[in-house]
């Protein structure tokens, strides 16, 4: 009886612990619920910082406060541009919210903007995407809430007319609406949004710049940026991770226009989330499309410490336009992965690599090189070959600026031809070719002032160019060996 | 058509709240109009029902908007509408928001600027009082691509003005997201959209910063209420 009385005891507490553990696995870390609770407001981030990973296990109430603002801002060095905004910054607020939530959205305008503004989100399913009932005057505020069904990544816009100017002046941002699931942990998130300016001055023309109207109409930006402006994803504000540290960027494009071909130099993507959706799309892809009113999401590992360019690879939008920012990766360097430069060799053409094909000896050796291997044979004391070797190193290094037959480029890149200050002083002349030149110099009775690089030759080769240098071009006819060029080298 | 109904309402509550002041006389000194001669004005939206040209006949307009000195004048001859009086269903809390008191707008108000901060209700009224009418929208947009320096003024911080039926083009139902530009008539008209944009989401007692007014009539000077 007393045992039989323990035993019913013990199947309670058993059972009553089994349930407990069941709830706790139903409630805790296990099933995502569908059912919303509790209230919170949205932790909204400033590019190219994304608000944390959701942790709750069921969907929320979520309020989402914006204001939308006029300011006048920085679009590159000297440029200011009378900016629409999201939040008072081009582009506006990150919005994180979770797959099932329930928004709360409050549009203010504030009262010190000129015309109405409202919002698109594209997550949002219905009428304009929340445009129709957030057109808000300014000084006034909306209010509205959506069902985030659909997971993935979003952008968001002004949707009021003209909305086209309302988009060009900086009126864009993303939501992500986190899946139930949430996605793998990384080490980084960034956020990036890819835009287009258009000025009625050119690209750095100084000063308020205002919107071009017929610039805009040809598709013809003057300025394509990352997160707002010229530089806002370089230099002090670049991307930063340590080697082997995992990244993921939410990358929008807004365009007004142009669709982006968004490629990070030295990084290939081993996962993409094309168009910003919930699947992987492909892995390992180098370049990814984003239309206009476009994302995806890119994740990937840096292996090696270094600076990664971002880019869109339109490439002229890169180089002319502002479409470059910078991922940062410090870190120790693993060999395995990728060497560093590891020999800096003059080519001469395919006919001297048939003869170097013939010569395994100078294969060995990566340092040494044909003008090396040339003059420290058998005829290296023959003047006649000395010289034939430095017009070689002439022909590939020197005579773009001071052109093949010496003369310079009047005003910009001083004579050898003939040049007093040449001819006056050889060693003057080797410590130029060693370490080069910069600032004012008279040649021949001309002023030029300019730069010349120091030039990465070896000995050998500034002997053999100088030597032939001054035997040309009606030059006073010295010589200059490898020892003296050594010494020079040495003594600095 | 609710729109015009709304409208409608508008118009017969402030002609019963107008009746108050027809006693009081307008100022003598008419402010200076420009006869817009009538012609066919292509409207920004184009109308599915009739042609898109529409005639405007012969008008009267304001050659610039009302200004605060104007404006002091009216509210001082109809007690109805200055701030502390005025119901809010005529005017919101932003009513004359920026004029120091009733009667004083205050150092920091240039008299002879535009007034801002007023209602349609009481755009309206003092159209009335002064003898005219507020333009139609066709009207002041057809005055404006006539004569354009009627609107751009150096100097004035006025970007929007009250019309008489500033909410009746809707441009919202095709406007999402550049829908609009293919049911306009010149869909590089951006002024044009912000315009219509900024009307659309009006109501006729906001009063705001941006939002002044001027006056119409089908003779020089206003006829109705003119002593």
């Known amino acids: 009886m007393e045992k039989k009385k323990i035993i019913i005891s013990l199947i309670i507490i058993l059972s009553s ?49 914006i204001e939308t603002m006029q300011v006048e801002g920085r679009l590159a060095d000297g440029v200011k541009y009378n900016f629409w905004t999201f939040g008072g910054r081009v582009p506006g607020e990150f919005i994180r919210i979770k797959e099932g939530d329930v928004v709360e959205f409050h549009l203010d305008n504030s009262p010190i903007c000129s015309v109405p503004h409202s919002i698109d989100l594209h997550a949002v399913s219905g009428p304009g995407g929340g445009a129709a009932v957030s057109q808000t005057l300014p000084g006034h505020e909306s209010v509205f809430s959506f069902k985030a069904d659909h997971p993935g990544l979003f952008i968001y816009h002004c949707a009021t007319q003209p909305v086209p100017l309302h988009i060009a002046n900086g009126m864009y941002g993303l939501i992500y609406v986190e899946p139930k699931d949430g996605l793998s942990p990384v080490d980084h998130e960034y956020y990036v949004m890819q835009s287009e300016f258009y000025t009625t001055g050119n690209y750095g023309d100084s ?15 003057t300025y394509v940026v990352f997160n ?90 890169a180089f002319n336009k502002g479409a470059v920012g910078m991922l940062k990766v410090t870190g120790d360097y693993n060999k395995e992965i990728f060497s560093g430069k590891q020999s800096d060799n003059l080519f001469y053409g395919s006919d001297l690599d048939k003869k170097l094909e013939n010569n395994p000896d100078s294969q060995q050796d990566v340092s040494e090189n044909p003008a090396n291997s040339e003059a420290s044979n058998e005829n290296a004391n023959s003047i006649v070959d000395i010289i034939a070797a430095g017009k070689k190193v002439f022909s590939s290094t020197c005579f773009a600026c001071h052109q093949p037959d010496g003369k310079g480029v009047p005003n910009i890149f001083p004579p050898l031809a003939q040049s007093n200050f040449l001819n006056a002083d050889k060693e003057r002349a080797i410590g130029i070719v060693l ?28 002997a053999a160019v100088l030597t032939y240098v001054y035997h040309s071009f009606g030059n006073s006819g010295k010589t200059v060996t490898k020892d003296e060029v050594s010494k020079i080298r040495n003594g600095k | 058509m609710i729109l015009k109904v709304i409208n409608t309402i508008i118009l017969i509550l402030v002609l019963s709240a107008g009746s108050s002041a027809k006693s009081n006389a307008a100022p003598d000194s008419q402010t200076k109009m420009i006869l817009i001669p009538g012609g066919y004005y292509l409207p920004l939206f184009k109308d599915e029902e009739s042609s898109n040209k529409e005639f405007v006949k012969p008008f009267y307009i304001d050659t610039r908007p009302v200004t605060n000195a104007e404006f002091l004048e009216f509210v001082k001859a109809n007690p109805g509408w200055r701030r502390s009086n005025v119901k809010r269903i005529f005017a919101d809390q932003n009513y004359l928001r920026k004029w120091k008191s009733d009667f004083e707008p205050g150092r920091k108000i240039n008299l002879d600027d535009p007034v801002t901060d007023v209602s349609w209700f009481a755009a309206n009224a003092y159209c009335k ?30 970007l929007y003005e009250w019309t008489f039926d500033f909410n009746e083009t809707t441009i919202q139902a095709s406007s999402v997201c550049g829908g609009a530009g293919a049911s306009a008539n010149d869909p590089r008209n951006y002024a044009a959209f912000l315009r219509f944009s900024f009307r659309d989401n009006l109501k006729a007692n906001y009063s705001m910063d941006d939002l002044g007014f001027r006056c119409a009539s089908k003779s020089f000077g206003g006829s109705l209420n003119k002593k």
């Open chain 1, 207 to 221: 000063g308020l710049q205002e919107f071009s109207l017929d610039k805009a109409l040809q598709e013809n930006p």
């Open chain 2, 129 to 158: 009082w002064a003898g005219k009418r507020l333009p139609t929208v066709s009207e002041w947009e057809y005055a404006a691509q006539k004569s354009p320096a009627l609107i751009n003024k150096p100097g004035w911080h006025l």
């Open chain 1, 17 to 65: 612990l089994a349930a407990a553990a069941a709830a706790i696995y139903f409630s805790g870390c296990g099933e995502y619920s569908n059912k919303v609770e509790g209230v919170e407001y949205a932790n909204l981030t400033y590019a190219p910082d994304v608000p944390p990973a959701i942790q709750r296990n069921h969907p929320s109430k979520v309020i989402v406060n």
């Open chain 1, 435 to 462: 370490h080069g030149k910069s600032g004012p110099v008279n040649v021949n009775g001309k002023q030029f002032n300019n730069t010349m690089p120091a030039q990465s030759l070896s000995d050998d080769q500034i």
């Open chain 1, 228 to 317: 707002g402006s010229v530089g806002a994803l370089s230099g002090d504000n670049a991307l930063h991770a340590k080697v082997g540290e995992t990244i993921r960027l939410f990358v929008g494009n807004i365009g007004p226009n142009l669709t982006s071909s968004f490629h990070i130099i030295g990084v290939v993507f081993d996962k993409v989330y094309l168009f910003g959706g919930t699947n992987v799309t492909q892995e390992n892809v180098q370049t990814v499309s984003i239309p206009a009113g476009g994302a995806a999401i890119v994740e990937f590992k840096v292996k090696v410490p270094g600076t990664y360019t971002i880019v869109d690879h339109s490439i002229f939008r």
